[in-house]
């Protein structure tokens, strides 16, 4: 009974029910929107563009994440800190760009297709969790690395065992801001070849069929939903296992 009250359940039930419905379901869309020709997206599945956009994500995340805290790292040690405002000014100018801009500049180096959408995607995803690396270590009190000192730890044993462990929290809040600005962004991926939840929305918009977006939309709106929760959860762990 517990789990029917958890709104995670209700969320991926209803992700996963969209997805096995909206290929079944052209009559209802056909009745909502009875002058457009054809009311139901059918070039891809909806399982196949799904995956396809939480792989964009991971991928696009994952190079933020080990990007983001690698360059945290490096600026809060004593032989970064001179190179710390240029590293957040590098990390803000990244977010600047509209990604659709990052993506016609990636093209012709990169070609079409994944890859200039997960660079997009690391520029846009890499500002909040450096940033939330650099709060989550400037955030541990001196007296916690004295004590890793005192107890024999060396260099490498304090910043995994004690700041980075500490900051934790910190990190996971800037890495679901992260995730949450790229499931977005993701959805402009099908501009350049690439597959994602997006295509239906840019297919629709281009051909003036609200039915498609409405259908893409849905589907990203859900999976934001989802991996917020999941990584909120994620994050609540952590504050309990640093305190």
Known sequence: MQRLRDPLFWLLALFLLLLWG?????????????QLERPLYQQESFWQLALAHLSLVLSGSALALLAGVGCAVFATR???????????????????????????????????????AIMA??????????????????SVPASNREIAVGLGMGPWQRLWQVELALAAPVIMAGVRTSVMINIGTATIASTVGAESLGSPVIIGLSGFNTAYVIQGALLVALLALICDRVLERIQRWLSGYAE
Do not use: K
């Open 22 to 34: 909206l290929p079944h379901s052209a009559p209802l869309f056909a009745r909502w929107f009875p």
């Open 121 to 138: 995607l690391f520029l846009y995803g890499l500002l909040p969790i450096l940033q939330g690396t650099l709060a989550g270590i400037d």
């Open 78 to 116: 004593r032989q970064g800190r001179a190179f710390r405002p240029l590293l957040e000014t590098l990390a803000a100018a990244g977010q600047t760009f509209p990604p659709v801009a990052v993506l016609a500049i990636a093209v012709p180096v990169m070609g079409f297709g994944a890859a200039p």
